[in-house]
Structure formats: C-alpha cells, structure tokens
C-alpha cells in the first residue's frame, strides 16, 4: 500500500481555509414511475468573517462555476461542460455525445439561504420519458442564529454552514423500463450513482479550500444589479459563466 506523502499533507492543510464534514448516508430513493433522487450533504465550519465576505448572490455565482470547473478537472477533460445562453450541457469530450442537457440556471438568495438549480431538459442518460422532469440543485444553509456559541455563551468566531447537491426526479436510461428495471435500478446503484456519490463527496470536500472559479460574465456581481434591488435574488438564465453575451434577467423575491 503506497504511503501518504506528510508534507502533502501538511501542505493541504494549510491550504484549507475551512473544515468539511461529509455526511456519509446521502439520502436516496427511487419512485415506481423509474424517477430516482439522491441528495449528499456537508458542513462546513468556517470563519465567520470568511463567511460573510462570501455570502452574497456573487458568489453562489460562484459556486456554480466551481462545480462545473470540479466535474471537468476530475474527470482529465473527458468531461465537457458547454454553455449556450439558455442552456447548460455536460458532453462526453463534446458535442454531439451530450451527457445532460440542463436548462440556465436559477438562482434563488436570502439571508440564510441560497441556491442554483439547473432543470434537466434531456440527454443520453435521460431516458425520453423523463426529458424536461428533474434538476441538480446545490444549496447552502447559514444557521439563523448566525452560529454557536462560543466561550461563555457568546458568539463564537466559527460558524457552520450546511452545503447540499441534490438529483431530484431523474430517469436515468440505464435503468430501463418493463421488466428489465429491476435489473437496471441495480445496475444505476452499482454504477451511475456510486460515482456520482463519490464525485459529490469529493467536491464538497474540495470546498475546504474556498477557492470559487470567478464568473465570466457576472451576472450577479453588484455593479451588474441595480442599486436599488432587494438583496434577495431569484435569476434565471443568468451569470455563472453561461455565455460571452449577457441576456440574464433578475427579479426580486421577498425577504426570507
């Protein structure tokens, strides 16, 4: 068994900025209709200061890109993430062996929460009946309390945040239909979605570093959005890097 380097790993930990915790039960079901849904979920403690710096719309902007840049770095390039200015596709080295095909991304922010979901259109591994069903959504969730307590119940200068990757509502072709899907849903466990487990995991964990890929386009950088606009954001076909033109659009939802 090959030995870890120590100063590799002593050069990780300083590198970390933050300290992960995976929750190593994702929470996964399938329904009869063939459509299966897997969520992995972490925590992340981090300076409290480090997270108010971050927690704005600019960065969830943010976060999305750096999960699609994880998804191509992880995978040496095999994987390909296109963007059109409504669209979102994960390409096996390009087109036209389209993986997944996801509609623009929707961003949804308040003071404790935010998240992008991407609604799945369709692509190889859809199978025809579920194209326009189900999404990827990442989410991040700040204690309301804004952390706990520190030394003499006071505030304490670490706070956890909760960072979640949830498939809801997707009909992987490989599982098949009739009387292959008992086969094929065991299939989808053993193969499909333990990598996609794995891939998770190892993102989220990657997020020790803070290291998140700036937009291209920025959509949700504050010179980009009017003075004047409530804080909490809800865009669609917006920012996350989607296209070398900008044709996002952003409304305000409500206070949370």
């Not at 200015?85 to 935010?114: C, K, M």
């Not at 945040?161 to 086969?183: C, D, H, M």
Request: aromatic letters at 6%.
């Amino acid at each position: 068994m090959r030995r870890r380097d120590p100063r590799r790993l002593i050069r990780r930990s300083r590198a970390a900025r933050a300290r992960v915790t995976i929750y190593e039960d994702p929470e996964s079901g399938s329904a009869g209709d063939g459509s299966v849904t897997t969520k992995q979920l972490a925590e992340v403690v981090l300076p409290r200061s480090e997270l108010d710096r971050i927690w704005s719309p600019e960065y969830l902007e943010r976060l999305a890109r750096t999960y699609w840049r994880f998804l191509s770095r992880v995978s040496l390039g095999i994987l390909r993430v296109l963007y059109t200015p409504t669209s979102r596709e994960i390409a096996l080295l390009g087109r036209p062996l389209v993986l997944l095909r996801f509609h623009a991304p929707e961003y949804e922010t308040s003071t404790t929460h935010g998240s992008v979901t991407w609604r799945i259109e369709k692509g190889l591994l859809v199978i025809p009946r579920g194209r326009e069903k189900g999404f990827l959504r990442i989410a991040v969730e700040r204690p309301p309390d804004d952390g706990v307590a520190g030394p003499g119940d006071g505030p304490s200068d670490q706070i956890a945040a909760r960072v979640s990757s949830e498939v809801a509502n997707f009909y992987p072709l490989i599982a098949g239909t009739g009387w292959f899907s008992r086969i094929g849903r065991v299939v989808y466990r053993v193969t499909q979605l333990r990598i996609h487990i794995v891939v998770t995991h190892a993102f989220l964990r990657s997020l020790a570093r803070l290291d998140l890929a700036p937009s291209v386009v920025g959509a949700l950088e504050p010179e980009r959005r009017s003075p004047k606009r409530d804080p909490s954001v809800r865009a669609g076909a917006s920012g996350e890097d989607a296209s070398e033109a900008d044709t996002s659009t952003a409304r305000a939802v409500g206070q949370a």
